[in-house]
């Protein structure tokens, strides 16, 4: 067994499972992450790619002697959550943690309307509402925050405070029933407790009963409205059929659901983007969606004399039309208000304290405060249950003046050419100007006389407190290999390797290094020597400073001295991963394979990094109750 006796002695397991683990940043800095009291046990990872799977197979199972399970599915899949729960049987998970794609979200490409990942973070909540675990954490890049004016935000957050406390719902029915009746008509106090009961329940069954009860109350209450009107005129009037369609239509939300994620997997699957199909796709989207649908209705009811002047019954259709789109927690702001109203604002403040299953905060972390050496700025909602400790904050373990730098991290590897493949450790170029750079370290950055420097802590890793290997690294090419023990290569260090590239792009990085960026003037120049570029961005790294965001692009960065492009294992170190973790599957990939084989540089660039996901492990670990 590789993990130390000496380590789990005393301390209790805290259970977590990691999903859209990805290369496993999350993964590998909850492994880091330990108090005097808990550390955490790893129960499963799942993620869409087979690469992702074989990574952490290779590095939990295999070298950490792990039982980690992993689930290779869509967690969009209607098979996913059953699949789940099977894997996990009985165990009870303490933390769940996951990132929803981020490509859509980002601030620094092209945002979709109707993107199918937007959906994504709905299906990690259905796990959250599935599991209940003590804490759960999200993370996404900054951008989100902004996507859609900040609406997408707002969304995020009441669909997390809407995760409710099952033992608390019968008080608070009792509760609402009692303020609705009191300040509604009767109609919209039943529709109103209906879509109560339709939100708050969590079988799938009694919710579709309580959607029908709401509709079957909409329908009599339209029907009534329109007794009136002459039967010929009603049947064949067009507002009054689009209200009545219209209805029919919302009620019929899963079929609507399913035409929908079909459209929008299909925009995925075929690129409709910036063509001439992409607005009559996204117009058909829009047309069938609740909001769309709700206008409708509304529009035609003012259009018909009959329903426009029949007073309060007009006015609670109007409101109960409206109240069928309202996600549960804009319920709870419609009752507030009419607790205000009735002066019983303090009974419902106790009620909802009791109902939330979990206080929500966001944060945006900055790894570099975490030991990273690199500015990445990533959105984090930490979700904790209310029978827990609230984690408002996850405090910085780096001063702002002591912060890891480039040449820390990366001088020891410098030691590659071009083209060139390297699996041990050799004499690096040295830059005598650099070496105050170099400083003793604590694992989490903290400066220490005792410690060790960021490379010492890559090359002898940071899970040696508790773990004894039980193999060496190794790569494979694929699943097939690691099943079949193939083809299994073994070496000290891994996914150092360069690009073989020709003597115009190596002149093409070394005028934007010697620039020291990709300027204006860097273009000109670079223009007038026959060496101009398509690429929207270079990144030359500084030495004495952090770099900025590692993306999924090699070619993108550019090395502080050598004026090439970076190597795996660089990338790594600029994302805190050990040595000893090992990549696996493809180096690179063009074009669109990217998407579908997740090679080596994309796992690195889409990784949380562990350094920064230690810390937010370490935080959950000292409030765990």
């Known amino acids: 067994m590789a993990q130390l006796k000496a380590f789990t002695k005393g301390r209790k397991p805290v259970t977590f499972i990691d999903l859209f683990a990805g290369a496993g940043g999350i993964s590998e800095g909850f492994m880091q992450a330990y108090t005097d009291h808990n550390y955490y046990d790893f129960v499963l990872a799942s993620d869409i790619n087979e690469n992702c799977e074989l990574t952490h197979r290779v590095r939990y199972n295999e070298q950490l ?48 309307r109707f993107d199918k990942r937007d959906g994504l973070f709905n299906h990690y909540l259905k796990v959250i509402r599935a599991l209940r675990p003590k804490y ?25 405070r809407s995760i409710i406390d099952d033992k608390a719902v019968g008080s608070f029915l009792a509760f609402a029933d009692k303020l609705l009746k009191e300040s509604c ?12 009961q339709m939100e708050i329940t969590s079988k799938e069954e009694k919710a579709t009963g309580f959607k029908d009860q709401f509709f079957d109350l909409l329908d009599n209450q339209l029907r009534n409205m329109t007794r009136q009107i002459d039967y010929r005129i009603s049947k064949s009037d067009r507002y009054i059929s689009t209200i009545r369609h219209g209805l029919y239509l919302l009620r019929r939300n899963e079929q609507r659901d399913k035409i929908t994620a079909d459209i929008i997997n299909e925009k995925t699957v075929s690129n409709i983007d910036n063509d001439l199909f992409v607005e009559k796709f996204n117009e058909f989207l829009a047309t069938i969606s609740d909001e769309e649908i709700s206008s ?31 996600s549960l927690d804009e319920c709870f702001d419609e009752l507030q208000k009419m607790s205000k109203e009735m002066k019983v604002s303090k009974e419902y403040d106790d009620i909802m304290a009791k109902l939330r299953l979990y206080n929500v905060e966001q944060m945006v972390l900055l ?23 609230p984690i408002k904050s996850v ?14 991290a990366i001088s020891d ?34 400066i220490a006389d005792e410690g060790k420097t960021f490379a010492e802590w890559s090359r002898e890793g940071r899970l040696n407190h508790r773990f004894q290997f039980e193999c060496q690294p190794f790569y494979v090419r694929d ?77 993108d960065f550019i090395h502080y001295s050598r004026y090439r492009a970076m190597t795996v294992r660089e990338m790594a170190r600029l994302q805190s991963f050990d040595d000893s973790f090992v990549f696996q599957g493809k180096r690179q990939t063009g074009g669109d394979k990217r998407k579908s084989e997740i090679p080596q540089y994309t796992l690195v660039g889409n990784a949380v990094p562990p350094l920064m996901a230690r810390a937010i492990g370490n935080e959950i670990l000292k409030n765990i109750l």
């Open 65 to 112: 002697g792990l039982d980690t399970k992993f689930i290779t599915e869509d967690i969009m899949s209607s098979t996913f959550l059953p699949h789940l729960k099977k894997a996990l049987g009985k165990k009870e998970i303490d933390v769940v943690t996951g990132g929803p794609s981020c490509q859509s979200f980002s601030l620094s490409g092209r945002r979709k």
């Open 136 to 160: 759960f954490v999200m993370e996404n890049v900054k951008g989100l925050l902004t996507k859609d004016n900040g609406r997408f935000k707002v969304e995020i957050m009441r669909e997390m």
């Open 185 to 196: 008509s009767p109609f919209l106090a039943s529709i109103f407790l209906l879509k109560l």
């Open 296 to 326: 409708k209705i509304k529009l035609s009811i003012g259009q018909v004399e009959a329903l426009k002047n029949a007073g309060q019954d007009t006015i609670d259709l109007l409101k109960a039309v409206d109240l069928y789109s309202f």
């Open 367 to 389: 790894s570099s405060d975490y030991g990273v050496p690199q500015n990445r700025e990533r959105v984090v909602f930490i979700g904790s249950r209310n029978d827990q400790k």
């Open 395 to 408: 405090p910085a373990t780096v001063n702002k003046d002591d912060k890891v730098t480039v040449y820390e």
């Open 413 to 446: 590897l410098d030691f590659i050419g071009n083209g060139e493949t390297l699996t041990r450790y050799a004499e690096p170029v040295l830059h005598p100007e650099y070496d105050g750079l170099i400083k003793r370290r604590k694992v989490d950055g903290e």
């Open 479 to 555: 699943a097939d290999d690691l099943n079949g023990r193939m083809n299994m290569e073994t070496a000290e260090l891994f996914n150092h390797q360069t690009s073989a590239q020709n003597d115009t792009v190596k002149q093409r990085l070394k005028v934007i290094g010697e620039c020291g960026g990709y300027t204006d003037e860097c273009k000109k120049k670079l223009k007038d020597l026959g060496l101009e570029s398509q690429k929207r961005n270079y990144f030359v790294l500084k030495a004495d400073s952090q770099s900025p965001t590692v993306v999924t692009m090699p070619d």
